[in-house]
C-alpha cells in the first residue's frame, strides 16, 4: 500500500539543473521524515539529503551542499530534490526514500549529467 514514485530524472548538460519529485501515498505523509538517496555504478547506496516532517530542519551530504536542495508540499504528499550545477559525478540513481515507521524506498530514477 506504501507507494513512493520518483519522476524528473533525465539527462542533463553539465552545470544544468533538474528537479526530482517524490509523490507518495498509503501513509501519513505530513508525519514522516523524508530523503533522498543517490547509488551511482559501482558504489554504495548514499544519503544525499533528508528533511523533518513539516520541513523546518534539513541536512546534506558535504557533496551536494550548496547546489542541492530538498523541499516537502505535505498538501501535495511530495518531496522534492531540486539539483544545481550538476556535475558528472552526480550521476547516479537516485531514490526517494520514507523514514521511521514507513522505512519505505521508491522505484528510483536514473539522473545523468553528461555533454
Known amino acids: 500500500q506504501v507507494q513512493l514514485v520518483e519522476s524528473g530524472g533525465g539527462l542533463v548538460q553539465p552545470g544544468g539543473s533538474l528537479r526530482l519529485s517524490c509523490e507518495a501515498s498509503?501513509?501519513?505523509?505530513?508525519?514522516?521524515?523524508m530523503s533522498w538517496y543517490r547509488q551511482a555504478p559501482g558504489k554504495e547506496r548514499e544519503l544525499v539529503a533528508a528533511?523533518?516532517?513539516?520541513?523546518?530542519?534539513?541536512n546534506y551530504a558535504d557533496s551536494v551542499k550548496g547546489r542541492f536542495t530538498i523541499s516537502r508540499d505535505n498538501a501535495a504528499n511530495t518531496v522534492y530534490l531540486q539539483m544545481n550545477s550538476l556535475k558528472p559525478e552526480d550521476t547516479a540513481v537516485y531514490y526517494c526514500?520514507?523514514?521511521?515507521?514507513?522505512?519505505?524506498w521508491g522505484q528510483g530514477t536514473q539522473v545523468t549529467v553528461s555533454s
Open positions: 528533511i523533518t516532517s513539516a520541513g523546518g530542519r534539513t
Open positions: 526514500y520514507a523514514l521511521r515507521p514507513v522505512n519505505s
Open positions: 498509503g501513509f501519513t505523509f505530513s508525519s514522516t521524515f
